[in-house]
């Protein structure tokens, strides 16, 4: 079965997926089987996405129109095709600069072995460089690692917060300057203090 994936960046209706779902269909996908998102790029809020992977079975087929569709970035995309390869589901890619990809061929496999190649690049590209910060940092007497976002004030603030029951996370979230995912390193949804938050409580 043939299943194509839409999104675009803006919820606003300043963008619109018709010039997406058109070439979907064109390449042969049934609209129904079409999941789509509104959400930008980077956001790991995507639920249509999130429906459209787990909907996939072996032998089905994933089509995007573009490349940059489906991946918040590099290392997600050749992870998310990674394990679709694994899974045995193919991943088509309709135009842009990845219009070459197609894993069920062995010119596709090629093409996405370089991607796969870059990603791993750029891991230990980075890898490198965080490991000579912190050789760096620690030569001139500084301890490197995570800054933390919250003080020790307003951990316990989430905490007694979030052991409420009427507490609204949104508002919650507002107030410390904090996005949700976030809070939930610090503090469970029920009020318990996780990892992130007892390294800010135990700080000096």
């Known amino acids: 079965m043939l299943i194509g994936y839409a999104r675009v ?5 300043s963008q619109v997926v018709d010039l ?15 999941y789509r998102d509104q959400a930008s790029g980077k956001s790991e809020d995507r639920p249509g996405l999130a429906a459209c992977l787990k909907a ?12 940059d569709r489906l991946g918040r970035d590099l290392r997600h995309l050749v992870n998310t ?25 062995s010119s596709g496999k090629l093409v996405f072995g370089i991607f796969a190649a870059l990603s791993e690049f750029e891991r230990e590209l980075i890898r490198e460089r965080t490991i000579a910060g912190l050789k760096a940092a620690r030569a001139r007497g500084r301890k490197g690692g ?33 996005s949700r995912p976030t809070l939930y390193r ?9 990892s992130a938050g007892k390294q800010v409580l135990e700080r000096i």
Not at 155 to 177: I, P, Q, W, Y
Request: net charge positive; hydrophobic share 35%.
């Open 56 to 67: 996939l079975r072996k032998g089905d087929m994933l089509i995007v129109w573009k490349l």
């Open 20 to 34: 997406q779902i058109d070439a979907l269909k064109r390449a042969g996908v049934n609209e129904k089987h079409i």
């Open 146 to 178: 995570r800054k933390y976002v919250l003080t020790k004030s307003q951990v316990r603030l989430a905490e007694a917060a979030m052991g409420k029951r009427d507490t609204h996370v949104g508002d919650l979230c507002k107030e410390l300057g904090i």
């Open 81 to 105: 095709v990674q394990d679709l390869t694994e899974r045995e589901i193919g991943f088509r890619v309709l135009s842009g600069q990845g219009a070459n990809i197609d894993t069920t061929t």
């Open 9 to 13: 960046s803006k919820a606003d209706g």
């Open 186 to 194: 610090y503090v469970s949804p029920k009020g318990k203090i996780r």
